[in-house]
């Protein structure tokens, strides 16, 4: 997420809304879905492979994308995959962006199309709430030519942002940004999340829209919380509808090291068809 936000704005909402490409075999899932792995020789269809794409540099290590599916053809989780040393080297300015594609296999049992990858070392807006060193983590259900297509927020194109997803389709306790991103869209903030309620901010859940679609997930993380974290597993709140349909949904999000490796992991698990 990049600066979107006026502070007064989103505190209003918060107010109404509180009050109102490479396969391998089983790569180190999260201790969620450890029972994959365990419980293979037990039942066959829990044996699941995992397709990776390629790597991209990043500081002066690599992230790639991975997808754990079942032989049964049901996702077990979906993320980013980062090299230790990713987090060494990160420029120290700007708005940094990376697109992570996806295997092919991704699109074939969920609703993604493509990731990025977006470092702020600064953070960005509202001040004291998203003003850390933060990684965001977008998984994209649009085209990345689409992705590329969104325009900049103006008095011409403010109603492509206005139209918000019809009632339903964004989950209870959201509120939209003032303003939309180019080449992003219109960033969707938890209003009950710690730091709009008296916390502070480690790690978010966000929902995208643009042009009355809902158009990506995203897992927002602080790089403090990523080099403190061993295993971190948190809900994603679901809203009532989806589209498309007839796919797999995930319903948390992850972020964890394997100690193994020592590569860091943030993914989405616990897949529902909806």
Partial sequence: MKQILSYPVLMIFSSMLVISCQKEISQSPPQAITGIADNASHDPSLISNTFKGPEIHVG???????????????PAEIGFELTD?????LPADGENSYIIPLHQ???????FDHLELDWNPQGHPPPGIYTFPHFDFHFYKISLAAQMAIPADDATTHYLFANYPPLGYIPAGYAPGPAGVPQMGLHWLDVLAPEFNGGHFTKT??????NGAVTFY??????AFIEATSYSSAPI???MHFAPANTYYPTQYN?????SNGNYYVSLTGFVWR
């Fill in 205 to 210: 859940f966000i929902y995208g829209s643009y």
């Fill in 218 to 223: 995203e897992p927002m993380v602080t790089k």
């Fill in 237 to 239: 709140r679901q809203p």
């Fill in 255 to 259: 972020v964890y090291r394997n100690a």
């Fill in 60 to 74: 002066q290590g690599k992230v790639r994308s991975f997808i754990t599916i079942s032989h049964s053809g049901v």
């Fill in 85 to 89: 040393s990713v987090l060494i080297g």
């Fill in 105 to 111: 296999k991704a699109g074939t049992v969920t609703p």
